[in-house]
């Protein structure tokens, strides 16, 4: 079946670099996605990228993708305090039109 | 802020009732996603509308239904409410529906009592 794994914590000093793992099990995904979610509040995109492609880069954040192991990676460099929050990863279904099967989160704790 | 909103923001109701969770998405998107998110099962998909007709049916239970209106607003009814109700009930909303971005709203937090 469908599944999407994340390690379920990751603590880190404030200016360090975050890693944040993911795999999932559709190879046919066109994109794959990183969701953040604050206390308390909705989910927010972050990035995600395309499925032919094997790295993207947004400021802080740099998407890699290995598709031979289906693993995705989020790192958030000179992480901040403000990047506490739980970070989600997220594949289009393949038997539910184009819902996203999500992870069950990565809770990140920055200490300063 | 996404553009996607919903309401109310939270709700409190009894077992046995039933409670009405509203959408609006995007302007200019067509497609309107729910997803549950509870501590014991995650971020779950329910179901998906576009341009009023249903697309796709996800661990929605049968006590639950939705549509989208005309406008392109949504209604997630959820009726004959147990405990395990309780939960986070996101609306996401894309243009086509089809491999594009979903933007979330904030969220109705249902607590059933």
């Known amino acids: 079946g469908e599944d999407v794994e994340q390690s379920l914590f990751l603590s880190v000093r404030e200016g360090d670099s975050s890693v944040i793992n993911c795999t999932y099990t559709?190879?046919?995904?066109?994109?794959l996605y990183w969701y953040k979610q604050e206390p308390g509040a909705g989910l927010q995109l972050l990035t995600y990228?395309?499925?032919?492609?094997d790295m993207k880069q947004d400021q802080r954040l740099t998407v890699l993708l290995n598709k031979k192991d289906k693993h995705l990676s989020l790192r958030i460099a000179d992480t901040q305090t403000g990047d506490s929050a739980i970070y989600f990863c997220?594949?289009?279904?393949?038997?539910?039109?184009?819902?996203?099967?999500f992870g069950k989160g990565t809770t990140l704790s920055v200490s300063s | 802020d996404s553009g996607v909103t919903q309401t109310p923001k939270h709700l409190i109701t009894a077992t046995g009732q039933r409670v009405t969770l509203r959408c609006s998405p995007r302007?200019?998107?067509?497609?309107v996603y729910w997803y549950q998110q509870s501590l014991d099962q995650g971020l779950q998909f329910l179901i998906q509308?576009?341009?009023?007709?249903?697309?796709a049916k996800g661990n929605i239970l049968e006590r639950f239904s939705a549509q989208q209106f005309p406008d392109l607003h949504s209604e997630l009814n959820l009726s004959s409410l147990e405990l395990g109700d309780s939960a986070l009930y996101f609306c996401?909303?894309?243009?086509?529906?089809?491999?594009?971005?979903?933007?979330f709203g904030p969220g109705t937090r249902l607590t059933v009592l």
């Open positions: 559709d190879s046919s995904s066109t994109y």
């Open positions: 509308y576009y341009n009023g007709e249903e697309r």
């Open positions: 302007s200019g998107d067509l497609s």
């Open positions: 997220a594949e289009t279904s393949n038997q539910a039109g184009t819902a996203l099967i």
């Open positions: 990228i395309f499925s032919n492609m």
């Open positions: 996401a909303s894309s243009l086509t529906g089809v491999a594009d971005t979903q933007y």
